[in-house]
């Protein structure tokens, strides 16, 4: 009875996933479909690499559709089609870079081989498959060592693969055939061809430039930095309406950057490959990109560490918290546009030194008072050391990361003189920057005992005359980069 | 006058230039060769591999000197040598991937291009380039586009090449030839001699596994943490006899691990095609490597941070610095110690729990001292906060390091369940453990006022009982994993 019953409850189970199971192939389907197109929608460049590659294919297919052309290469014309199929990259200089190689290695490797089976027959019958075989041995074990030598791995890898098969395959078919000249020639143009059609294609037809690519990371990253630290002012700070879901969203940005350093360094190599294209020249510095993004990711290690106290439990007293509050929100804040500004500066190629320079100013005079807040708390009112901790290290990597960007900062503006940035226009006439200027109005550099002398000297700042012979203004000058704000009141 | 004592200058120099060239030039040789030894020396599996590729090179070369091979398989023997240069990758997971990849990609890809040749063909003479052309060209594409997804990207990437590869060569020239199933076959039997030679030689003739090498890697990786961290103790704490230059090139170990994420995933990634070998079985928990490294990683970051303050030329007062050098001192060294064990235990493949457990207790008990330290530092002999902020900035980094090293040792833990490592002798048969409990004999936990009672329940840890009814010993008893001290003075 209980067996019956068991049947039949697994016999309407079945039917109804047999009723169900079109629907939910459907669905399945629907899900895969809307996941691609959303794939191909975030990055429409995945899209047209793959046309590309397809227009490619179908452009070199001519030498075997083509009557004359198919008389003139023969079966030689899936060479062509293979290096279509293997130098199509995402990016010009991948293509550059991999067109080039294969055409220099399989020249240099042809004529080698050539040279070694003419070598080889005058050892007799007997003697040409050995003397051929440690040929092949030796150059191939030689070659392949050579690719793990840093530098060779990095630029020349795939024309030392390259290298290895043309030269086994022309030495080894050579010993079958006489016409060892015509196969080597026949193989060459070919591989010219299908090299050019892809180097063409690649470049003409909707090019991404690995350069380009580098250069909009590198300030994204910068961007990634500003919004963890807006991030991060707002959640341990909070005083904007933003909710705390979405600002936890924006501390986290950073992360990618952590390990971002493979990308980053693939993209430059690639760049040094691409010709001059947009508003980078041939001699681009590449390899300064590099240089910043290490400072970013120093700032994005920072990040984590400050992170970690955000997420973590640990309380730290409220008439502490009150007490640095106000200085360490204007650290992170100024520091967040000062990263701002370094970013639009470089994707606007446009320079503005000026414009970051006050923010960072402002970051560093917010230390100052963070300096103040600390050393004028009283120690009766003081909690205890312990109760602190979590607070002082947090401000402690704020000052840190406060320094990077300074750095950052820096190696930028050494970076957009080699780069040949744009200067920006006149500030009088720019009311953007205008603007900025009057929000700075009130930054003071305040002065403490016992500050070093050193400190004061490590950058350009704002000075304060109180004892100007002229009455005191709120107008300001710009001397040579450097803000010179006239105050009044100290 | 001048110019003749010019030229006469000018001369010289180039007589002496001239000279000097063949001697530079020897010395230049020299120390290339010399480069290109020690190169060789650092890891000798590089030379044994480039052997290991001339070797599949000269054995797939029978296929044209042995004239009865030639007979049956042609001009086709080329592909294996293809095969052979293409496929012999360093790893033994590498060249399993990638001949896989490329055998059944090319069984796929060769069956689809005979069934597109032969659907072509009914679309009559002026038809069939066009109907080719279509398929070359939409196959290719969406293979192309594949290509983008992460999942196929990073296992079946060659494998969506070799397919595009393929298929073109097989659909086009399938327009030439009528003997399309031979031309088919003849590929495919030689990519498959091609792969399997590869392959034998890679598992066969000095593996490099890597798996073995992602193990390895780990291992040395946890090492390395340990050796900054006690680089880092006798650099601010200087109490051994090690010069600062030494301790220096020791605090910088952790530098490479920051960046070893992309090196990681990669060898994880080969590991999975690997068969059992050594003591790693088939299923091996590959994955749970990568999140012990991510730890290891983390705990990096944390160093970077500790690093700046050791390089940086931030005074701390001396009466500070000797009232948390002590805890301090004690958390580097035993978490270094914790962190050295764990190490060995990975590289033995044995279970070491006890041991770990017993250096992070001691490690957690210096950070209560460290707590008791900083708690009873009275106002009155503070100097200021200001100074000792990056003091106590350190010290709390330090806490975070510790913390982690006990979360690398819980990630371990579990680990070693996954994969089978052996128990440890008992204790009290093994010298060695013998001595580690002699020489913790004397960890005290601190009780602290104001201790939370979760932190207290946080994780297993030393318990004094002062009121046992026992008379006090210095007998230890082990209860499942936690040590439990009895120590008659607190």
Redesign the interface.
Known sequence: MEMELNAQVKKAGFLQRLKEFPIKLKDGVTKRIKNVQK??KDDPR??I???K???S??LV?ML??VRPL?NSFG?S??WA??TV??V?EFTVGGTLSKGLNRGFATLIAGALGVGAVHLARFCGDKGE?IV??IF???L???A??SR??PRIKQRYDYGA?IF??TF??VA??G??TDEILVMAYQRLSTILIGGTICILVSIFVFPVWAGEDLHKMIANNIIKLANSLEGFEGEYFPSSEKTSKETNSCVQQYKSI??S??TEDILANLARWEPGHGRFRLRHPWTKYLKIAGLVR?CA??L??LN?YVLSDVKIPQDFISKIQEPCSIMSREACEALKAIAKSIKTMKRDSVCVNAYIENSKNAIQNL?IA??T?S??T?K???EI??G??M???LI?IVNYVEKISEAVEEFTGLAHFKETPDPKVSPELGQHQLLHRGSVKPVLEGDSEEENNSSPHVVINVHDEQPPTTSEKKVSGVQKTRVGVV
Do not use: C, W
Request: net charge neutral; charged share 15%.
């Open positions: 794939f191909g995945r899209i690499h793959s046309l590659v397809g227009l294919l179908t297919s075997y559709y198919y079966v014309g899936m089609i293979l199929v293997v199509s498959p051929l075989g092949v041995f030796s191939g074990a030689a392949t060592f793990f030598f693969l290895i098969l086994s395959m080894v078919s010993y079958r952590l390990t350093k493979s120093q290690f920072h984590e560490i970690g300096r600390l050393k708390s120690p009766e003081e205890d050391l312990l901790i979590p002082v290290t401000a402690s990597i840190e």
